[in-house]
């Protein structure tokens, strides 16, 4: 299976634990992407790199959250000391930036829902 | 700040009737995605329309996207159950990032 890919697939933690989730990018994309779902409604951006650059973070990505893509391949997204309201669906996408408009889909995993208790 | 809008956000439907989801945004943007998502489930691609006046189809959904209105719409053809979903636009400003609508819950009945 060569689309993205996403571990852990499902995550429960206590409030004020850290957690880290990781995702595998399809292999020639260099551009990499975090979502954030909550229930009811629809993904939205947390942040994004081009190859081992982080390029734009969202508002919503808060000094607990930070993502990392040290080697250009997979990436990981950590939080510190958890809260209930970060109880979501953490989403990763890919694509490879080329220039060229048929190039500009993102490919989604398949999620890692994360529940804080 | 770009906006996307959906209507309606819940759709219950017959098998066989037709139907037409709208997307609206607030912004300049040249490209508009439509996703499928199953409960629990991730994001399905489902048509990337890249121009002004562009129509794509696959099967009993139909996409255009008209970005001088600002609007998209997914039409739904002889509905069937297998069609029951959450379908999400999403446009991206002409930047690197998506933003989604609030998503159409589609419920498709017998």
């Known amino acids: 299976d060569t689309g993205v890919s996403q571990d852990p697939r499902h995550k429960i933690t206590k409030r004020g634990q850290n957690v880290t989730f990781r995702c595998d990018p399809i292999?020639?994309?260099?551009?990499l992407y975090w979502y954030r779902q909550t229930l009811g409604q629809g993904p939205e951006f947390l942040t994004y790199?081009?190859?081992?650059?982080?390029?734009?973070k969202s508002r919503l990505l808060s000094d607990r959250f930070s993502a990392e893509r040290p080697k250009g391949s997979f990436s990981t997204l950590e939080i510190q000391r958890t809260e209930q309201g970060d109880s979501a669906m953490y989403l990763c996408?890919?694509?490879?930036?080329?220039?060229?408009?048929?190039?500009?889909?993102?490919?989604f995993g398949p999620g890692t829902r994360l529940t804080v208790l | 700040e770009l906006k996307v809008e959906q209507n309606p956000l819940f759709l219950s439907m017959q098998e066989g009737k037709n139907y037409t989801i709208y997307c609206n945004y607030s912004?300049?943007?040249?490209?508009l995605y439509w996703y499928r998502q199953d409960p629990g489930k991730s994001l399905e691609s489902l048509f990337v329309?890249?121009?002004?006046?562009a129509v794509k189809q696959e099967g009993r959904l139909m996409a255009s996207l008209d970005t001088k209105a600002r609007l998209s719409t997914l039409h739904i053809t002889a509905a069937v159950h297998d069609l029951s979903a959450t379908y999400f636009c999403?446009?991206?400003?002409?930047?690197?990032?998506?933003?989604f609508g609030t998503g159409t819950r589609l419920q498709v009945f017998p």
């Open positions: 790199f081009q190859n081992e650059a982080q390029l734009e």
């Open positions: 996408a890919s694509r490879r930036a080329s220039g060229r408009a048929g190039d500009n889909e993102q490919f």
């Open positions: 292999s020639e994309h260099n551009r």
């Open positions: 999403a446009v991206d400003g002409n930047t690197d990032k998506l933003i």
């Open positions: 329309l890249l121009s002004n006046g």
């Open positions: 912004t300049t943007s040249d490209r």
